[in-house]
Nanobody
Framework: VQLVESGGGLVQAGGSLRLSCAAS????????MAWYRQTPGKPREAVAS????????TYSDSVKGRFTISRDNAESTLYLQMNTLKPEDTGLYYC?????????WGQGTQVTVSS
């Protein structure tokens, strides 16, 4: 499966961005998808995930109430709506798909939030 993220950019604190992740290839086997972010000097952290069957979602405490993960199954696209962005949300955001106990990653999209 191939994952391609888009939608990153530069935004002022308090603003919004919507990230997209287009999945192609063997997408029928995807069990769950998630958004991760990485900042220099820190490990990659999961910010939101979605179970593709049940549609249940989870969020990290740092983004709960501000970010919303969703998936358009027909389009095989994952989204992350990010509202009330903070400078600490700055990072490289990666899309991840969980298939047959393996994790597949996109190339990432940069989000920069200025104060």
């Amino acid at each position: 499966v191939q994952l391609v993220e888009s939608g990153g950019g530069l935004v002022q604190a308090g603003g919004s961005l919507r990230l997209s992740c287009a999945a192609s290839g063997s997408t029928l086997g995807i069990k769950a998808m998630a958004w991760y972010r990485q900042t220099p000097g820190k490990p990659r952290e999961a910010v939101a995930s979605i179970n593709t069957g049940e549609g249940s979602t989870t969020y990290s405490d740092s983004v709960k109430g501000r970010f919303t993960i969703s998936r358009d199954n027909a389009e095989s696209t994952l989204y992350l709506q990010m509202n009330t962005l903070k400078p600490e949300d700055t990072g490289l955001y990666y899309c991840m798909a969980w298939i047959d106990y393996q994790m597949y990653w996109g190339q990432g999209t940069q989000v920069t939030v200025s104060s």
